[in-house]
């Protein structure tokens, strides 16, 4: 049982070049969100899903777009990148929303955006 | 706005006992979470508090405080492995995690 796993661990962009963050879960979790952690600041979400085939913008969506065609998948791409961008960026599900429901995280990604 | 205060940093001695304080000023209110973030690692889940009062979970306890908008994480005997950020989050109306910018614990020998 692996739990979150994000794919890659680390990665260096250009301004303006794209990539895509994989996020991959085995609990069976409906829930699965996307956030970005900056120093002196609390965790932003960026974008968030509640089930297969469904989004939703969190906080900070501007720049990111996702996708959750698998339920245990949910990707998060940067289609042009910028220095803004620059994070830590983890994955988190969890069974549903609400009352004392854990999120469990990713290890997290780091990217830098030069 | 939504807001969430904690400490930046704290200092402390192993084997004591140290208190993490946080506010919160949020649109609704359905419980209060507390997660630890060791440096480069991803945060995880500690405690949970929906209702006013304490809730003890070995050395670790959280109370809240709703009428307040204020918790406390209480960590009792602490061990060099405590040094880590201690993380506040409040669930809103929405059922989104709005999150505090973590307290640093620095455990001194």
Redesign the interface.
């Known amino acids: 049982n692996a739990g979150?796993t994000q794919t890659p661990k680390f990665r260096v962009l250009k301004t303006g070049q794209s990539m895509t963050l994989l996020c991959a879960q085995d609990m069976n979790h409906e829930y699965m969100y996307w956030y970005r952690q900056d120093p002196?600041?609390?965790?932003?979400?960026i974008h968030?899903s509640v089930g297969e085939g469904t989004t939703a913008k969190?906080e900070v969506p501007d720049g990111y777009n996702v996708s959750r065609l698998k339920k245990q998948n949910f990707l998060l791409g940067l289609e042009s990148a910028a220095p803004s961008q620059t994070s830590v960026y983890?994955c988190a599900s969890s069974l549903t929303?609400?009352?004392?429901e854990?999120?469990?995280?990713?290890?997290?990604t780091r990217l830098l955006v030069l | 706005g939504q807001n969430?205060d904690q400490p930046?940093e704290m200092t402390a001695t192993e084997g004591a006992i140290v208190q993490i304080n946080c506010t919160y000023q949020t649109s609704g209110f359905?419980?209060l979470?507390w997660y630890q973030q060791h440096a480069?690692?991803?945060?995880?889940?500690l405690s949970?508090n929906?209702l006013d009062g304490l809730e003890e979970k070995g050395r670790f306890s959280s109370f809240l405080s709703r009428s307040k908008g204020y918790s406390y994480l209480l960590l009792k005997e602490l061990q060099m492995k405590d040094s880590a950020s201690y993380?506040c989050?409040v669930?809103d109306s929405n059922?989104?995690?709005?999150?505090?910018?973590?307290t640093k614990l620095i455990i001194k020998p």
Request: net charge neutral.
């Open positions: 979150v002196g600041m609390g965790l932003r979400l968030y969190g983890f929303s609400g009352g004392a854990t999120q469990y995280f990713g290890p997290g | 969430i930046t359905n419980g979470f480069g690692e991803a945060p995880t889940f949970y929906v993380l989050a669930l059922y989104q995690l709005i999150w505090g910018a973590g």
